[in-house]
């Protein structure tokens, strides 16, 4: 088996789908058949996708949530920290009170306790607390750093949640030490800077319930107005510079010399693909459309199909895809590409441009994925969670 992984919009470096590599070894790789030598290739479109001209200077000028060009407040930035109540969020049930930016509107009664938390559900409190904590810190994590702690996380978790008798303001100290050391490669000395910083919010968040842990959400992360204009932009260049079946624009292009590489590298081994966000919207193309006229791709097939925070039906009913009856409406619905076997759908209802399939295609299977965050992140999130690798192995389990 072969995996092929195309990101969605607002990626800007091609190392950022190389490191996903990790994780993908981790939690993937013990269920599958995966080809040997081993085959996986991200494809890259982040480069030659929107191309802001005035660097977002349309945005408004302010420093509330980080939106426009002017740099963020730190008295606005930190005075509304999150409870740890509510940062809990990201592993225990979602919140009925429903989404809002950054999280749950009702802090959760229970005090923060290391032993209390499902052992299937730690490795995904380590992710958040370091994530946060290096945002609250000053230190926030490079795209790269991103796509590397879900695995240290987890071998973190493995080895040392439950070896010892530390305190537990301790115990965290030195797991977020070694998951540092993981994700930025910098021994102790490297990073005794900003974890000093987090030690006192660490310190105050293990001995009090309700104590703040740091407003590491919306409030210290690039939030709603950026991603929707980044979304807006890599959608519209898409669409504008797409091309044709005879014809294909640069991005389809890449998509199409991904598939190559990977029936060259592995001939006749089946194909597994996973697509973020706007990058469903690149595989629908190609499966539909752009794969017909390669006599190299032609008779390409997916064995499996794993979309997560996409909008292919959305698009779809709007008729945006060339590849489609147009005269399909409802109660009728689409059939799923004829290249594709099977096909599954996550989407967090906190995700407010992932969109459900089944309403619209046959043959596909929708799975609810909470990643725990709220609105600003529920979309980017995804990949950053243990858990969600997790699900994508039981998906592909034989």
Known sequence: MSIIYIHGVNVREPSFGVELLGSLKRWVGPVVDWSDPLVYHPVFWGD???????????RPLTSILRMGAAPPNPSLVR????????????????????PVIGGPATP?????????IDPGRRA???????????????????????????????????KMWTVGQLPDHEKLMSMLATVDAHVTGVTAAGFQDWLSRADEIVRRAVSAPGDIISSFLAESRPVLNAFVA??????????????????????PTRVLEGFRNVVR???????????????????FDAVTTFMDDDPELKDVRIAHWISFGSQVSFFAELGQFPGIDMTTRSPRRLKKPDRVDSWTNFY???DFVGFIMEPVFEGVQDREYDTGYGLALAHTGYLSRPSFFAEIAKVLKP
């Not at 030659?48 to 349309?58: C, E, G, Q, V």
């Not at 980044?230 to 991005?251: H, M, Q, W």
């Open 108 to 116: 959760l009664a229970s005090s923060f306790d290391l032993s209390s």
């Open 348 to 350: 967090d209802l906190n």
């Open 265 to 283: 590298k592995a001939p006749g081994e089946p194909i597994v693909v996973l697509t973020h966000s706007m990058g469903g919207q690149l595989l």
């Open 230 to 251: 980044n979304f807006l932009g890599d959608i519209l260049s898409y669409l504008a510079t797409r091309g044709s079946k005879v014809a294909p624009g640069p991005i």
């Open 124 to 158: 995904d409190v380590l992710t958040d607390l370091y994530i946060g904590l290096r945002d609250a810190a000053g230190s926030p994590l490079t795209p790269v750093e991103m796509a590397r702690v879900a695995p240290a996380a987890a071998d973190t978790t493995e």
């Open 79 to 98: 005075s509304a920290p999150l409870t740890l109540q509510q940062a809990r969020s990201s592993y225990e049930p979602s919140n009925p009170a429903g």
């Open 48 to 58: 030659i996708a929107s191309d802001f001209r005035w660097s977002l200077k349309s």
